[in-house]
């Protein structure tokens, strides 16, 4: 079982940047292959980062890559998401979820565990 805790979210102006973290209740957190979605009002939830937890290799969806950096502290059971140059655009509703197998990472349904989310809006 693991619990998730999102925080970090908040108001920033469109260039800004934001550091979310995630934070897992987890023994076992190294284990798990980490990810961060996001839902904007009104839209399907997409993917925006995820790294695994054997080779530690990262993916990013196209329309953050080099703007956004995901890592882990397997020590600090901690994910984070470092956000730079943000746009309007990336104005949403933030969740880090987890899952055991390390497979089809862009795909939410393979995740297992789900945190409640933390709000990021970025004003123009």
């Known amino acids: 079982q693991v619990q998730l805790v999102e925080s970090g979210g908040g108001l920033v102006q469109a260039g800004g940047s934001l550091r979310l973290s995630c934070a897992a209740s987890?023994?076992?957190?190294?284990?798990?292959?980490m990810g961060w979605f996001r839902q904007a009002p009104g839209k399907e939830r997409e993917f925006v980062a995820a790294?695994?937890?054997?080779?530690?290799?990262?993916d990013y969806a196209d329309s953050v890559k080099g703007r956004f950096t995901i890592s882990r502290d397997n020590a600090k059971k901690t994910v984070v998401l470092r956000m730079n140059s943000l746009k309007p655009e990336d104005t949403a509703n933030y969740y880090c979820?987890?899952?055991?197998?390390?497979?089809?990472?862009?795909?939410?349904?393979?995740?297992?565990?789900w945190g409640q989310g933390t709000q990021v809006t970025v004003s123009s």
């Open positions: 790294i695994r937890w054997n080779s530690g290799s990262t």
């Open positions: 979820a987890a899952n055991l197998r390390g497979i089809r990472l862009r795909d939410g349904t393979v995740y297992d565990y």
């Open positions: 987890a023994r076992t957190f190294d284990s798990y292959t």
